[in-house]
T-cell receptor
Framework: GAVVSQHPSWVICKSGTSVKIECRSL??????MFWYRQFPKQSLMLMAT?????????EQGVEKDKFLINHASLTLSTLTVTSAHPEDSSFYIC?????????????FGSGTQLSVL | AQTVTQSQPEMSVQEAETVTLSCTYD???????LFWYKQPPSRQMILVIR??????QNATENRFSVNFQKAAKSFSLKISDSQLGDTAMYFC????????FGQGTELSVKP
């Protein structure tokens, strides 16, 4: 159990377009989900905390208007990269906290590689 | 703000030997969780081991164990009987409401 599905696995888009990434908890409810960004050979940088039914909490330096997060249900959070540019190219990973307890272990999606041309 | 520091960017170990990865963290919180995650080339994050700060006993998972020194804010990972499949990036992480990662240590297990 405790599977997190993330789609798409990779996406290539043109500069200026928007891209939506989905993160689904398949067999549990996730009140809280987290979105991370990872550059090659670097660590995972927390972008934002997504809470079901409320606005996401963004980390300092992350543009909320560029990285739109929607957590409309207990099993789905989406990250939309708006007006993507080449510098947005990165590996994006979501994770979900089971049972609404953020101090339990997190379950990670398999990540999305975004390449902006 | 909490910070997590891994001072070893790269480590290597011979197959079947033991290696220790270092991690220190900084926090003013008294209750938190610490983790080691493994990220192989597939980039899927895999939980290796988990430690609750209120527990003095060091966590152990088969060949993986930690040395948790709360006063020193140190949380090292020991891998015994290293296997080729242990080759990966290893991230130390701190959690109190949100999960913060260290910079990572790239471990290579050599045959």
């Amino acid at each position: 159990g405790a599977v997190v599905s993330q789609h798409p696995s990779w996406v290539i888009c043109k500069s200026g377009t928007s891209v939506k990434i989905e993160c689904r908890s398949l067999d549990f409810q996730a009140t809280t989900m987290f979105w991370y960004r990872q550059f090659p050979k670097q660590s995972l940088m927390l972008m934002a905390t997504s809470n079901e039914g409320s606005k996401a909490t963004y980390e300092q330096g992350v543009e909320k208007d560029k990285f739109l997060i929607n957590h409309a249900s207990l099993t789905l959070s989406t990250l939309t990269v708006t007006s993507a540019h080449p510098e947005d190219s990165s590996f994006y990973i979501c994770s979900a906290a089971k049972d609404g307890s953020t101090n339990e272990k997190l379950f990670f999606g398999s990540g999305t590689q975004l390449s902006v041309l | 703000a909490q910070t997590v520091t891994q001072s070893q960017p790269e480590m290597s170990v011979q197959e079947a030997e033991t290696v220790t990865l270092s991690c220190t963290y900084d926090t003013s919180e008294s209750n938190y969780y610490l983790f080691w995650y493994k990220q192989p080339p597939s980039r899927q994050m895999i939980l290796v081991i988990r430690q609750e700060a209120y527990k003095q006993q060091n966590a152990t998972e088969n060949r993986f164990s930690v040395n948790f020194q709360k006063a020193a804010k140190s949380f090292s990972l020991k891998i015994s009987d290293s296997q080729l499949g242990d080759t990966a990036m290893y991230f130390c992480a701190f959690m109190n409401g949100k999960l913060i990662f260290g910079q990572g240590t790239e471990l290579s297990v050599k045959p």
